[in-house]
């Protein structure tokens, strides 16, 4: 199976769950869907397109929504599942049940982006410390870094 | 029999990295593992979006030491498709030659290190001692030992000359036949397999679940890796297999580098011998176009992935970096399960992790805590700048 005949066979089985297909290069889709059919879809990728391996999840601000990206492999291609999700109300559904792989990155979009992954199994902090302020996310495009003010002990003022 | 947590890091002997492991035992055996991340963000996901693409070039060569040419050349490689350059043979020649000369050096470290927790020092001296020849090739052609900086947007930055060629392949000369002995020790000497053999087990359906890479994943029997499935740079060109043992233990894990060693040597000599003349780099554009693309790459310890997002500008909108020691720790935890104390360095060697590569997103910022269970940085601090005080009171 090459390359074009994957896409037709992925629209066949999608159908209207594919809000947009494409493959700008050799060996790359991008496929776009919504949150709503995000598990649904990925569950079919992996059972009838043996799309077992996930390579990691990004995340992208573009300081109107923010798009989560799913980086999924085969042996044909790598295919990567969109979903735009509003700046408000930012909540994705875990995929923890379809690949259990899936947890580190989600817990890192939690941490970098303040995305609620709804239903994740451990949402315990990733990579932030512990003792981080909530409410900042230092991956979104608003965020800037203020250093502490240094305090140096027994400084003479 | 009671349940005992044990935490192991961040600061550990047997830790060469920052890394917090808690274990949940049970007597001897390990019951449960949970990692704990965060002891080494620098911030290079925010940061690169404030650099330049050519400064970002050294800023993923600074995301690790060992494999710092797999990070550089899988974001040039992004770049270069967004700009859709077509980059010289020759500069990807070289560029694939500096790939597995670095690959050599990584999986003879890693040979080296897990001999090491495996309690047989003297091979990993011999190793160390034979990466050396490899270090000094990597010098001879780039002018360094750790950071090559070989890569550039549109090819490389130095070419290669006769003498050079012929020092190099002097040196896999001798490499080789040190493999080969290495070979022969590593899967026939009794204590060494003894001792490794039926370690850290992970089943073939744990580890396509779990989505694990690299040798990891082929020494559970996957017959996976990036130069095959998705080439890169020349890698349609060269004939070499994919290595892989069924074992699905630290010993299979051995076999597949060392395999893995004996088949780079193979792709070095092929390099060196249909190098093909010509430029080895062609000019970049300064601002690279609106686009996204997905990078990956075969880094020694697995699968490198990264997505570039461009708008038009001198700048990436967005680089998002996952290298492959992250994507190995859950199928880490699950090889800990039921597994020994004792065992415990051993398996977590055994994926080669590298925890600077995992770990680069964010800068750490001491504020004041509520939670109790875990000691935060500035409790800490305080901590110790009240005993402090108190003894100069």
Known sequence: MNQQELIEK????????????????ARRIFLTTSTENLV?????????????????????????????????????????????????????????????????????????????????????????????????????????????????????? | MKKITIPIGPQHPALKEPISLRMTIEGEVIKD????????????????ESKTYIQNIYLMERICGICSHSHTTCYVQAVEALCGLEVPKRGLYIRTLVSELERIHSHLLWLGVAAHEAGFDSLFMYTWRDREVVMDLLEIISGNRVHYAINTIGG???????????????????????????????????????????????????????????????????????????????????????????????????????????????????????????????????????????????????????????????????????APTLANYPATIEMLKNGFVADIPLIFAAIDPCICCAERVVELIDVKSGRSDIMTFSEIKRKYFCEKKRETL
């Open chain 1, 10 to 25: 992925i629209k066949n089985e999608l159908g209207d769950k594919i809000l947009e297909i494409k493959s700008p290069s």
């Open chain 1, 40 to 157: 649904d879809v990925i569950k079919k990728l992996k059972d009838c397109f043996s799309f077992h391996h996930l390579s990691t999840i990004s995340g992208v601000d573009n300081l109107k929504e923010f798009e989560i990206l799913y980086h999924l492999a085969n042996n044909i291609a790598s295919l990567t599942v969109r979903v735009s999700i509003s700046r408000e109300n930012p909540v994705v559904p875990t995929i923890c049940s379809v690949i259990p792989g899936a947890i580190l990155y989600e817990r890192e979009i939690q941490d970098l982006l303040g995305i609620k992954v709804d239903g994740i199994p451990d949402p315990r902090r990733l990579v932030l410390p512990d003792d981080w302020p909530e409410g900042n996310y230092p991956l979104r495009k608003d965020w800037k870094y203020q250093p502490p003010e240094e305090k140096i002990p027994g400084e003479k003022k």
């Open chain 2, 33 to 48: 593992a949970d990692i704990r991340l965060g002891y080494n963000h620098r911030g290079i996901e925010k940061l690169a």
């Open chain 2, 156 to 322: 490389v930055r130095r070419d290669i000359s006769e003498q050079q060629k012929e020092k190099i392949l002097e040196g896999i000369e001798f490499l080789r036949k040190r493999t080969e002995y290495y070979t022969n020790l590593g899967t026939t000497e009794p204590t060494f397999v003894a001792r490794i053999s039926g370690v850290g087990k992970l089943p073939k359906e744990k580890a396509i679940e779990l989505c694990a890479v690299g040798p990891t994943l082929r020494a559970s029997d996957v017959a996976s890796d990036i130069r095959k499935d998705d080439p890169y740079a020349v890698y349609d060109e060269i004939p070499f297999d994919v290595c892989t043992a069924d074992t699905c233990d630290v010993l299979g894990r051995v076999v597949v580098r060392v395999k893995e060693l004996i088949e780079s040597y193979k792709i070095v000599e092929f390099v060196i011998k249909n190098l093909p003349a010509g430029e080895i780099k062609i000019k970049a554009p300064r601002k690279v176009p609106e686009g996204e693309t997905v990078s990956r790459y075969e880094a020694p310890r697995g699968e490198n992935i990264h997505y570039v997002k461009s708008n038009g500008t001198d700048k990436p909108e967005r680089l998002k970096v996952r």
